[in-house]
Structures are given as structure tokens and as C-alpha cells.
């Protein structure tokens, strides 16, 4: 069997790797670099190890392609590509309009169509069965299904294999189609009623964590209002052994899914005349962190930050991950350079971002943490600067949220 999966990034290459174990699978993406460097054995996601990739392009099993024309005589075709937001943070459907284009230009026989990019209740029934349809250049009958990612980049005990994984067809053939693909390397399916409840149960999944975090991001503006601990407050809360889950306040969230994901359903409810104020306000308070942690900086630190040096630490959106997605650090530096700093970033992990490199650790007047790898020595970051604001908890007799 024949598998096409559109997207090699963190998740299109993760299904890659564990689907290339069972089927012979054609990845495609647009980026030239990036596939030259897989079919060379050599993985660009965390969580995919280079070993398994060189070992699937040995085999023939997997060949990653800018050919969109590889994909044809595919039995299933998964669309794995980024759904961002515009800039005035409106769902961005671009990916997935160019993966239909596709797939329709270059498949001539019915096949399982499944959706793995995130978005909003109909994308598959309103949106990608009708453009697929549309732009081909006779009619198919393809079997469509639904299924979103739920891939955690860096983390090793939940992957494709052991994590519960929602699916719904259109129709019941797709359904069934979807089951037997996926049950040859995942161990728990769970089936739903329609495609629009998988779909929105991803959003609302992170759309859960989304709101948690703006909670207790603005209580840790609170308890320092207040002239006490919040890690020892929320470490207090969390000995209730019922009715409370904990969560650690940030400089906000970055990655793909948490920063992204509510806009979508917030975007959703606005089109059905639902107010989804709860959601908007959460995404206000984590996407303003960042200029809450510096003012607080800038006043620990006489009144200016004005021709200051400030090292921001730790620029990925989550530890031990080059992944620097909708990163809260960017804004953090954004913020600085408004008040006049001078700022460099040291990040071990991600070493390349917009264009410079990481810096040596140290040098500066003031260093930010953001994000704190496991490879980072923390008795070095402490003595990195003369004043240190800790954004994640993790440090001790320096200032922080």
C-alpha cells in the first residue's frame, strides 16, 4: 500500500516514520533542503530519529519528494502542513488550500483523503472535500476523513504509538478505511461521531490549556501584587488531592498548537454569533506576559532599561526542543529593543534564529530566562548577570514571576 503524506515537518514526518514501518510512504514537502537532508537519513524533528529515517530510505519505504507528481497511485493521502494565523489572527488556510491543489492536479483514482492539520469544525466537509473537488479534472469519488495530530515535539513517552487518537469519516467507508490504516501503528483509536466534534475536540483541548495558563499567568501578577510566592501558592493549592489541576506560570505559550488553536474556535464561535470572550481574553493575558516581565525588569532596574544589556535566555518555546513556533521570546525582545535595550539571545538548543546565532552565555547587565534547556547549567545562568529574572520557576535567590 502506498501512502502520501503532504508536509514533512513535526508532524507529517513523525507519521512518516511510524507509517514507513508498515507501508511504502512518499513524503512531500516544498522545502528542497529539507528533503534533500531526509532521503540522506538525516531528521530535522526532535522526536524522529535520523537512525529510523536513513533506515526507512534504505528499505524503500520512504522517499521524501518536491515532486508533487510522487504522490500519484497513493491509497491514502495524509494532509499534515501548518494552519497558522494571519496577521490579524484569523485562521490561515493557505497550507491546506496548496495541499488540496495537490492532490487534485496529481491523483486520477479514488483514494482515503485524511486531514491531520488543525482547524475548525467543517474544514474537512465545508472547506477540503469541496476545493479537491473543485480543482480536479474529473470527478472522484475519494473517501475523506478526519484525524488531528496530537504530536508533543520532544517528548518520548506519548507518541504515535501509545497516544489515544481521535478519527470520524464522512462516511462510513471512510471511517473504516481510517481504522485499518492507522490501527497498524496505533494501539488506541477512538472513533467519533462526525468529523466537526474530532475537530473540535482538538481545539478545545488546547484551548483548555490555553486558558489555564492565562489564569494562573495573571495570578502570578496578583500574588506579586500581593507580596507573596506564587510557586509556593500553587504548590500549596496542588496538595487538594481533588479538583484542582496545576499549572506554572510563563512568559506566555508558544509552539503551534496552544498559541494558535483557540483563535480557531474562537473564530468558529464568531461565525455561528457565539461571543467567545473567555477564550479572546485568555489569549490577551498570555500574548501581554511579556510586557508585564519587563516592566517588571525595568523597574528593578532603576526606572530605565535604555542602553542596558540584556541577554534573553532560552529562546524555544518549550525546553529541550529547537522549536521556536510563536515563541513568547520574541515578543520578550521585542519589548526590550521598544524600551531602548541593547539585547543578545543564548539558546544551546536552537543556535540559529532570524538570522544570528546564539552568544555566549554571560556579558550582559540584566539576562531574562525564558525558556531553560536541560543542557544549560543553572548555577552558570544564575551567575550569567548581575541581576536575573527567572520566568520559569526553576531558579533559585534570583528575581522572577
Known amino acids: 500500500m502506498k501512502i502520501a503524506i503532504i508536509g514533512q515537518g513535526y508532524v507529517g514526518l513523525t507519521i512518516s516514520a511510524f507509517a514507513s514501518e508498515h507501508f511504502n510512504v512518499v513524503g512531500f514537502d516544498n522545502n528542497p533542503k529539507i528533503v534533500a537532508h531526509l532521503n540522506n537519513g538525516i531528521s530535522h524533528i526532535e522526536g524522529v530519529d535520523s537512525a529510523s529515517i536513513a533506515s526507512a530510505v534504505k528499505s524503500g519505504n520512504y522517499l521524501a519528494t518536491t515532486n508533487p507528481a510522487d504522490i500519484a497511485g497513493s491509497d491514502v493521502v495524509v494532509i499534515a502542513v501548518p494552519t497558522p494565523l494571519t496577521k490579524d489572527r484569523k485562521p490561515d488556510l493557505a497550507f491546506i488550500e496548496s495541499a488540496c491543489k495537490t492532490i487534485?492536479?496529481?491523483?486520477?483514482?479514488?483514494?482515503?483523503?485524511?486531514?491531520?492539520?488543525?482547524?475548525?469544525?467543517?474544514?474537512?466537509?465545508?472547506?477540503?472535500?469541496p476545493l479537491i473537488e473543485k480543482l480536479s479534472s474529473k470527478q472522484i469519488n475519494h473517501e475523506y476523513a478526519i484525524s488531528p495530530e496530537r504530536v508533543d515535539p520532544g517528548r518520548t513517552d506519548w507518541d504515535q504509538k501509545n497516544t489515544p487518537r481521535l478519527f470520524a469519516g464522512l462516511t462510513l467507508e471512510a471511517s473504516q478505511k481510517t481504522r485499518e490504516f492507522y490501527s497498524t501503528f496505533c494501539d488506541n483509536l477512538v472513533e467519533v461521531s462526525s468529523p466537526e466534534v474530532a475537530e473540535a475536540a482538538k481545539l478545545f483541548e488546547n484551548t483548555f490549556r490555553q486558558v489555564n495558563i492565562a489564569l494562573v499567568n495573571e495570578f502570578s501578577q496578583i500574588a506579586n501584587a500581593l507580596g507573596i510566592s506564587v510557586h509556593e501558592t500553587l504548590e500549596a493549592a496542588n496538595t487538594k488531592p481533588y479538583g484542582f489541576m496545576k499549572f506554572n506560570p510563563s512568559a506566555?505559550?508558544?509552539?503551534?498548537?496552544?498559541?494558535?488553536?483557540?483563535?480557531?474556535?474562537?473564530?468558529?464561535?464568531?461565525?455561528?454569533?457565539?461571543?467567545?470572550?473567555?477564550?479572546?481574553?485568555?489569549?490577551?493575558?498570555?500574548?501581554?506576559?511579556?510586557?508585564?516581565?519587563?516592566?517588571?525588569?525595568?523597574?528593578?532596574?532603576?526606572?530605565?532599561?535604555?542602553?542596558?544589556?540584556?541577554?534573553?535566555?532560552?529562546?524555544?518555546?518549550?525546553?529541550?526542543?529547537?522549536?521556536?513556533?510563536e515563541t513568547p521570546a520574541e515578543l520578550v525582545i521585542d519589548e526590550l529593543v521598544a524600551q531602548g535595550a541593547i539585547v543578545t539571545w543564548h539558546d544551546p538548543v536552537v543556535k540559529s534564529w532570524h538570522g544570528a546565532e546564539s552568544t555566549e552565555l554571560g556579558g550582559s547587565d540584566i539576562a531574562i530566562v525564558v525558556t531553560l534547556h536541560d543542557a544549560m547549567d543553572k548555577a552558570k545562568v544564575i551567575a550569567s548577570a548581575p541581576y536575573v529574572f527567572d520566568t520559569t520557576g526553576k531558579l533559585s535567590g534570583v528575581k522572577g514571576l
Open 104 to 129: 487534485a492536479e496529481n491523483l486520477t483514482e479514488p483514494v482515503l483523503i485524511i486531514n491531520e492539520s488543525t482547524s475548525f469544525p467543517g474544514t474537512l466537509r465545508d472547506f477540503i472535500k
Open 252 to 325: 506566555g505559550v508558544g509552539g503551534h498548537c496552544i498559541p494558535v488553536d483557540p483563535s480557531y474556535l474562537a473564530y468558529m464561535a464568531a461565525e455561528k454569533g457565539v461571543p467567545a470572550t473567555f477564550i479572546e481574553r485568555a489569549n490577551e493575558v498570555n500574548l501581554e506576559m511579556p510586557k508585564y516581565i519587563v516592566s517588571r525588569v525595568k523597574s528593578d532596574n532603576g526606572g530605565s532599561l535604555k542602553g542596558k544589556s540584556v541577554q534573553v535566555i532560552g529562546v524555544a518555546y518549550k525546553p529541550n526542543v529547537a522549536d521556536v513556533r
